[in-house]
């Protein structure tokens, strides 16, 4: 994931952020979910919903960013923001509870992803 922002915000400051993405298996398909961005993508397999999900999350920083509307969107996420002594980002912090639910209804998986924010 870190190459697709990195290539798309070269040219601009970027903040690096760890988000949970959890894997969860519906039937025949796995979906790919980040509950602190409540973005989600769907495939057949692990691999290609990772690779479904990079993009949903190019084209979620993509329109953001060309809003102008990052900030208002993280901070109504409950995303927390740091302005001193440097700009950061902190994302809300995932209740156990909500994860052990998903994970009982199905197989579950949780990787955390480096993700750039640009500001």
Not at 43 to 54: G, H, I, N, P, Y
Request: glycine share 2%; proline share 4%; aromatic share 10%.
């Amino acid at each position: 994931m870190d190459r697709i922002n990195q290539r798309y915000f070269q040219d601009q400051k970027v903040i690096e952020v760890l988000v949970d993405v959890l894997f969860i298996h519906e039937d025949d398909y796995v979906v790919a979910y980040c509950p602190s961005l409540e973005l989600s993508a769907y495939a057949e397999r692990m691999t290609t919903a990772k690779k479904k999900f990079d993009e949903v999350l190019k084209i979620f920083f993509e329109d953001v960013h060309k809003k102008g509307t990052l900030e208002k969107v993280l901070l109504q996420l409950g995303w927390t923001l740091r302005q001193i002594p440097d700009i950061s980002y902190k994302p809300p912090q995932v209740s156990i509870n909500d994860i052990l639910s998903l994970a009982q209804k199905s197989k579950t998986k949780s990787i955390t992803e480096n993700i750039s924010i640009p500001i």
